[in-house]
Structures are given as C-alpha cells and as structure tokens.
C-alpha cells in the first residue's frame, strides 16, 4: 500500500510552504531518511526526507503552494529497494561509504554538486567519517587552490553514484531572459518563493504602520581599523575566528541603547513594551533573500563571543539549517550594506522593532582636521532609520552620535564612559 508523503508542521505560525526543489524525481526508487525535497517557508528552508524506502510518486508541482498536512508524493513500499552495491564493492568502497555515513545525502549531494570525492576528504565525524561541514571547508580550500581553476564540478568524474539526479528548480533558479532582437518581444514569469512572499509583507507592514524616519552621520573608521588590525592574529589564534568589524558595532549599539532604551522598545497599541536586554537581529543575505537570525543576549557578550555567534549563525544560513526560533524576538536590527558596495541608504525597520541601523561601504575621502590639515580617512556613512512615533528626532540623532565616539574612541567602552 503507497505511503503518503504529506507536508510537517514546521512552525506554530506556519500554515502553508511551497514546493521548492524535488531531490528526487518521480518513478525514482529512494531509500527510507534520504531527502526528498526542499520546502520553502515564509522564513526558512526545511527538507523533507522519506519515512521509507520504495517508488517516489509525485503529486506537487515545483513552486506550487501546499498547506501543512497536505499529501504531496506516495512512496510505494512494495517496489524494490535500490540496487546495493555487491560484497566485493562494497569491501572496495567501504572506506568511503563511512566516511560518507555520518552526513548521508548531504555529502553525497555536495559531492555531486562541487565534484569532490569524499573519499579524498579528511573526515572530522565520529570514525573519521566526513561531514557536511568537512564538505565546505574541501570546498573552500579547493577554490583557493592555484588548480581550482582548471575544473570545474561539471568536468568532475569523481562524483558520488547515489548522488540525487538533478532537477531544475523552478522558483529558485535564475530566470533566462529572452535576448533581445528588433521583432520579438517575450515576457518571463515565476511564482514568487514564500520567503519573499513574508519579506514583501513586512516591508509594507512596516511602511504602513510606522512613521518612518531616516538620521545620518559619517563615522572615521581610522581608530577601530589600526584596533583590528593590532590583534587580528593574536584573536584569531585564540579564539579561532577573525576579527571582524561587527563585533565592534554590536557593542557600541548595545551602549548607545542602554542609554537610550526608547530605542530598543516596541510599541504595542497604546503601551511602550522596554527590554532589559539587547538581542540584535542581524541582516544576512542569502541564495533565498535577506534573513535576520537574532543573536541574544548581546549586552552580556564580549567581542569574541560576539564574533563567534554571528559565525554560526551564518553558517546555519549557508546549510539552510536557520529555524523559527533563530529569525525571531530580536530587539534591534543592524545591516551592512557596504558589503555590497552600497554607499548611502534608508533601512527599512523590522517590525515591531523601534528602529534598524545601516553600516555603509568604507571609503577614503578628504577630511579637514580640527587643526586645519586635510587628510585622506577611512570614512563610513552611518544611517538610523526609527519609528518617529517612538522615538525624538533629538534622541534619534544622539543615538547614532554616541555610535560614532565609541567607535572613533574604542576605549570609550572598555571604561563605560
């Protein structure tokens, strides 16, 4: 009798997702915990893996939208499981067969994906067994390697043979737009991912519901620049993480909030709802669109600690491992646009947050000294966008002022003043 491959609860909040990537293809035999598709919410990607092993049958449509509890594929258990390997390949290939174990499809789909051969992988898992993780870092080095360049995942022959088929993914990949001639003219159309779906939703909420306003000021990044680049091996031997620039602007937020906490509150109807704690949502773009996992308890963490949040929650957004509970309850917002190049923007509060700061490109520009001198200067534009309803104009302007002297005088929070 089919089993029934129906959509899990994936969230209290969460009553539909969309289909994103079938891993499998319809017909195909797969084996009971290998994934079968990606499920897209409106705030994370979750995969979906089979509960036994038989014939897949599709029902759902890539990018069609699916309620929770909805069946969307039957696995037929009485069709014969997957050919295994014989004894004597299985003696040969044991090796990489546990070295693979520890991260089942995972590996096998990266090794299908970049064309590095798990066996060839030093493996960090229990057993020597590589990980997903161990993957990334192969990859990595790979790219940074002086041969990377003479192949390329697509001319590998060294992928794994029980890699999933590739399907192409109708909401997530790039549409090709027709080229342009003299005597056609086509349009391109794909459903819109439910992510971005919640992102557009928001961004309008927010504009509609607060009275946004948008404050400037230009930090010189000179003092925390030489500060970082004094300790940046000693950090990261200790530590094992670089030292980057976030850690500085996270801490000097949380001063400037603790002195003014009208801007770490949240309106709630006619009330004023105030923490007694810093939990800083912070922007990071992805394949998928923009996420703010929140990293908690900021006012208690030093820079180190700090740094070290902020890396793992990237590299949950890299693996798509980012859960409800890591996108919610943050209090204040920071995003880096100058990663991207940007120079100069207006940040769009996330709501029911009072107001989300901006980090710009760091520039050199010409800089008249307090003696007369101009001189060249790392120069960053800083904007604060706040909920006006909240938040003074004369208050919104302090607060990013306070920004701009502790991070000009770093030792301004070592000693609290």
Same mark, same amino acid.
Request: contains cysteine; proline residues 5%.
């Given at each position: 009798?089919?089993?029934?491959?129906?959509?899990?609860?994936?969230?209290?909040?969460?009553?539909?997702?969309?289909?994103?990537?079938?891993?499998?293809?319809?017909?195909?035999?797969?084996?009971?915990?290998?994934?079968?598709?990606?499920?897209?919410?409106?705030?994370?990607?979750?995969?979906?893996?089979?509960?036994?092993?038989?014939?897949?049958?599709?029902?759902?449509?890539?990018?069609?939208?699916?309620?929770?509890?909805?069946?969307?594929?039957?696995?037929? $258990? /009485?069709?014969?499981? #997957?050919? @295994?390997? =014989? %004894?004597?390949?299985?003696? &040969?290939?044991?090796?990489?067969?546990?070295?693979?174990?520890?991260?089942?499809?995972?590996?096998?789909?990266?090794?299908?994906?970049?064309?590095?051969?798990?066996?060839?992988?030093?493996?960090?898992?229990?057993?020597?067994?590589?990980?997903?993780?161990?993957?990334?870092?192969?990859?990595?080095?790979?790219?940074?390697?002086?041969? $990377? /360049?003479?192949?390329? #995942?697509? @001319?590998? =022959? %060294?992928?794994?043979?029980? &890699?999933?088929?590739?399907?192409?993914?109708?909401?997530?990949?790039?549409?090709?737009?027709?080229?342009?001639?003299?005597?056609?003219?086509?349009?391109?159309?794909?459903?819109?991912?439910?992510?971005?779906?919640?992102?557009?939703?928001?961004?309008?909420?927010?504009?509609?519901?607060?009275?946004?306003?948008?404050?400037?000021?230009?930090?010189?990044?000179?003092?925390?620049?030489?500060?970082?680049?004094?300790?940046?091996?000693?950090?990261?031997?200790?530590?094992?993480?670089?030292?980057?620039?976030?850690?500085?602007?996270?801490?000097?937020?949380?001063?400037?909030?603790?002195?003014?906490?009208?801007?770490?509150?949240?309106?709630?109807?006619?009330?004023?709802?105030?923490?007694?704690?810093?939990?800083?949502?912070?922007?990071?773009?992805?394949?998928?669109?923009?996420?703010?996992?929140?990293?908690?308890?900021?006012?208690?963490?030093?820079?180190?600690?700090?740094?070290?949040?902020?890396?793992?929650?990237?590299?949950?957004?890299?693996?798509?491992?980012?859960?409800?509970?890591?996108?919610?309850?943050?209090?204040?917002?920071?995003?880096?646009?100058?990663?991207?190049?940007?120079?100069?923007?207006?940040?769009?509060?996330?709501?029911?947050?009072?107001?989300?700061?901006?980090?710009?490109?760091?520039?050199?520009?010409?800089?008249?000294?307090?003696?007369?001198?101009?001189?060249?200067?790392?120069?960053?534009?800083?904007?604060?966008?706040?909920?006006?309803?909240?938040?003074?104009?004369?208050?919104?302007?302090?607060?990013?002022?306070?920004?701009?002297?502790?991070?000009?005088?770093?030792?301004?929070?070592?000693?609290?003043?």
């Amino acid at each position: 009798m089919p089993v029934e491959v129906k959509v899990p609860s994936v969230g209290e909040s969460i009553k539909e997702g969309m289909i994103g990537t079938w891993r499998k293809a319809s017909g195909e035999l797969v084996q009971r915990d290998e994934v079968l598709l990606d499920l897209e919410t409106d705030k994370a990607s979750v995969e979906i893996v089979a509960e036994v092993s038989g014939k897949l049958e599709i029902l759902a449509k890539v990018g069609q939208v699916v309620k929770i509890g909805e069946v969307i594929a039957h696995i037929d $258990s /009485s069709a014969s499981a #997957p050919v @295994q390997p =014989s %004894t004597a390949a299985k003696d &040969s290939n044991a090796a990489t067969t546990a070295k693979e174990a520890d991260n089942g499809p995972a590996v096998r789909r990266m090794a299908a994906e970049t064309g590095i051969n798990p066996s060839n992988v030093e493996g960090t898992g229990k057993d020597h067994r590589v990980t997903k993780g161990d993957m990334i870092h192969a990859q990595e080095k790979a790219a940074t390697s002086p041969q $990377s /360049s003479k192949a390329t #995942p697509a @001319q590998s =022959s %060294t992928s794994s043979p029980q &890699s999933a088929p590739k399907v192409k993914n109708e909401t997530s990949a790039p549409v090709e737009l027709p080229k342009l001639s003299g005597t056609a003219r086509e349009d391109s159309r794909k459903p819109m991912s439910m992510m971005r779906r919640r992102i557009a939703e928001r961004l309008v909420q927010s504009q509609n519901t607060a009275a946004i306003l948008t404050t400037f000021n230009e930090l010189d990044m000179t003092a925390v620049t030489e500060l970082r680049k004094r300790y940046a091996d000693k950090f990261q031997e200790k530590y094992n993480i670089k030292l980057g620039f976030m850690g500085f602007f996270i801490k000097a937020a949380v001063d400037a909030l603790q002195t003014y906490p009208e801007i770490n509150a949240f309106i709630d109807g006619n009330d004023v709802i105030y923490h007694n704690y810093c939990d800083f949502s912070v922007a990071v773009s992805t394949e998928k669109g923009l996420l703010t996992p929140v990293i908690r308890d900021c006012d208690k963490m030093s820079i180190a600690g700090i740094e070290l949040a902020i890396a793992a929650m990237a590299k949950k957004a890299r693996d798509n491992k980012i859960s409800i509970d890591d996108l919610t309850g943050g209090t204040f917002t920071i995003s880096n646009g100058g990663i991207f190049g940007s120079l100069m923007s207006t940040p769009i509060i996330n709501p029911p947050q009072t107001a989300i700061l901006g980090m710009h490109k760091t520039m050199l520009r010409p800089i008249v000294m307090p003696d007369g001198k101009i001189e060249a200067r790392p120069m960053m534009y800083l904007a604060l966008s706040y909920d006006h309803r909240m938040v003074d104009g004369k208050e919104a302007v302090q607060f990013l002022v306070r920004i701009k002297e502790n991070l000009e005088d770093p030792a301004r929070l070592l000693l609290g003043v």
